[in-house]
């Protein structure tokens, strides 16, 4: 049996130990510090054990995955160092950074065991186990950082595990993956926050901002709800690479005042051309880039009982939705859903379907 240990079974920790519990030959055991936690694990059927002893959690184990906060890793780390764990062992983590702790774990004594770490490019603005999902890393990227110490087969035994994610894994440098990541994930969490507390100034003195707030402002906003806890950590451990970050960012903002001060519509228009290039250059379905899951927009008249028609009308085809939305509805206005799927399979079958049954579906 392949044990595989867990410490913190949040929205990644639980989203890993879905898509290895069950599978043949694995067992999953979930730790947390407090009782209430492991009773939640067990009762979602998120693992298969679970424990608020770390010694327990971690005797024994083929794999330990450490997916507490970034702040917390390296603690972690220190007490798994100090336990008797299982020859061979492989320790890796979720965290959001990877220099700190590759730098970290370099230093320590594992004695017989390993460490890796490691990073799934796909999330989402929720979290706690309640957010998890076994196909939350599907055809995402999951980066790992093994330094020249791990044997090949040490790392091929962690890639042969990981392939239980369906995602792409690939090698990374921790440093180039700070400096990366930090503009394509923790820049844009920034700019999201301080767009929404902006605004929310203003819905202070006039709730109308609130009100007219629509798909542009929800796409761009989505991720200024993420967990506050999390991104702190994220924030400050990456810290000197966000600060240059934003130095240019502060000049792309530069840019837009020079060009709106000097009314040049060629060089606005041009910036939006640049803009749109680079991102229609992007993969369309993979995941965490321009959707997270699989979705289409329906066209829907506004009268009551047209979500239900939609649902059954999938339903009775074997389609399974993963969520419905209203994203428009009001008076006399057509309103839209936004379907979304697991995989491209069920939303190509919806599309069909949905076309064959007369509704404008936009993908
Ligand atoms: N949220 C994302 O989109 C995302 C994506 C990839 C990686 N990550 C990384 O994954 C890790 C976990 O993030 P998450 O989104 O699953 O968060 P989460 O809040 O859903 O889960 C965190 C888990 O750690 C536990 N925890 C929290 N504080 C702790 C503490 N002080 N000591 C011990 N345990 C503690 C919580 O009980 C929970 O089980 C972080 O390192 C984060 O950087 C997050
Ligand atoms: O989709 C989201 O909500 C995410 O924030 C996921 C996201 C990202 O920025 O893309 C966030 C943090 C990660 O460490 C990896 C992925």
């Known amino acids: 049996m392949t044990k ?29 510090n407090s009782p209430r936690s492991v009773e939640k694990y067990l009762k979602r059927q998120v ?24 702040g917390n890793l390296q603690e972690y780390l220190v007490k798994l160092s100090k336990l008797p764990l299982k020859p061979g062992c492989i320790i890796t983590d979720v965290g959001s950074t990877k220099a700190s702790i590759a730098s970290f774990a370099s230093k320590l004594d594992l004695q017989d065991a390993y460490f890796i770490g490691g990073h799934p490019m796909a999330g989402k603005e929720k ?4 957010a998890a999902t076994s196909h939350l890393y599907e055809n995402a990227f999951y980066v790992l950082t093994p330094d020249e110490s791990i044997p090949p087969e040490v790392y091929e035994r962690l890639t042969k595990l990981l392939q239980w994610t369906r995602a792409h894994l690939v090698k990374v440098d921790p440093k180039l993956h700070d400096d990366i990541v930090g503009a394509i994930s923790h820049l844009p969490h920034i700019i999201a926050v301080a767009l929404v507390n902006q605004i929310a ?3 202070e003195k006039n709730e109308l901002y609130q009100n007219l707030a629509a798909g542009g402002f929800r796409d761009i906003t989505r ?28 000049e792309e903002i ?14 606005i228009a ?3 051309r640049l803009s749109s290039e680079f991102r229609s250059a992007l993969p369309e379905r993979r995941k965490g880039v321009l959707t997270s899951v699989y979705e289409v927009y329906v066209d829907v008249p506004d009268h009551p009982g047209i979500i239900g028609q939609i649902a059954t009308l ?7 939705l993963s969520n419905i939305q209203i994203i428009e509805s009001r008076e006399d206005i057509p309103g839209v859903l936004r379907l979304s799927f697991r995989d491209e399979y069920q939303m190509d079958k919806a599309i069909e379907l949905l076309a064959k049954e007369n509704y404008t579906v936009h993908v």
């Not at 979290?127 to 309640?130: A, R, W």
């Not at 530069?254 to 060089?267: M, N, P, V």
């Open 270 to 272: 041009e910036q939006f």
């Open 47 to 70: 693992v298969d054990d679970a424990t608020t002893s770390m010694e327990e959690a971690a005797a024994d184990a083929d794999f330990i995955f450490i997916c507490v906060p970034v």
């Open 254 to 267: 530069a840019s837009f005042i020079r060009l709106l001060k000097e009314k040049d519509g060629e060089g």
């Open 223 to 250: 991720i200024a709800s993420s967990d506050p806890v999390v991104w702190r950590d994220i924030l400050l451990d990456n810290r000197e690479v966000i600060l240059r970050l934003l130095e240019d960012w502060n």
């Open 127 to 130: 979290s706690g186990v309640e």
């Open 314 to 320: 999938l339903g009775s085809h074997r389609i399974n």
């Open 201 to 203: 100034r203003y819905n």
């Open 4 to 32: 595989i240990a867990i410490f913190g079974v949040g929205l990644i920790g639980g989203s890993l130990a879905l898509c290895f519990k069950g599978k043949p030959g694995i067992t999953v055991v979930g730790h947390s």
